[in-house]
């Protein structure tokens, strides 16, 4: 696809729902995508990954808080993952000849602290990593989910570090 085919491809994947409150949208929506006109299109397996982490973390988060959390990531192909500085083998870009089932997803509940919403997945959600992130104004939530032998990581980035919290 071209980046003009992915740009409409995001004006339809709006409606198409995943979940009661989110669409394939909110999988392959990134501003950095568009502002360096990086094709982002996921395919079938990618959006199925995806499922995991909207049925398991983000629906939850948006019953609990009353509120939809704001998806800045969910899926990034190799060439946008490069782009934000990902690392190679970010759970953002599984499904990418990796046969990985898993997927993960940064985001914010607006009005609610980040560690509130850390601490409420911790106690309640199954999750494989749940991280505190970080960098100079911006802050949000990552957090995985795999199909099987999740490790209910908890971790914050500090200054460069992953330090268990």
Not at 5 to 20: H, P, R, T, V
Not at 21 to 44: G, H, R, W, Y
Not at 52 to 58: K, Q, R, T
């Amino acid at each position: 696809m071209s980046f003009e085919d992915y740009q409409n491809y995001l004006i339809e994947a709006k409606n198409e729902k995943i979940s009661q409150n989110f669409t394939v949208f909110d999988i392959c929506n990134s501003e950095t995508a568009i502002e360096k006109k990086i094709d982002n299109t996921p395919d079938a397996q990618i959006i199925k990954n995806a499922e995991m982490v909207i049925n398991a973390i983000l629906e939850p988060c948006t019953k609990h808080f009353l509120f939809k959390p704001i998806v800045h990531c969910i899926y990034r192909n190799n060439v946008l993952n490069t782009a934000v500085g990902g690392v190679k083998d970010s759970q953002h870009c599984s499904g990418i000849n990796s046969g990985k089932i898993e997927s993960a997803a940064d985001f914010t509940v607006v009005g609610v602290p980040d560690i509130i919403v850390v601490n409420y997945i911790r106690k309640n959600l199954v999750f494989d990593q749940l991280i505190l992130e970080s960098e100079g104004n911006n802050h949000w939530v990552h957090c995985s989910v795999k199909a099987s032998g999740n490790r209910k990581e908890v971790l914050k980035y500090s200054m460069g570090k992953y330090v268990a919290i």
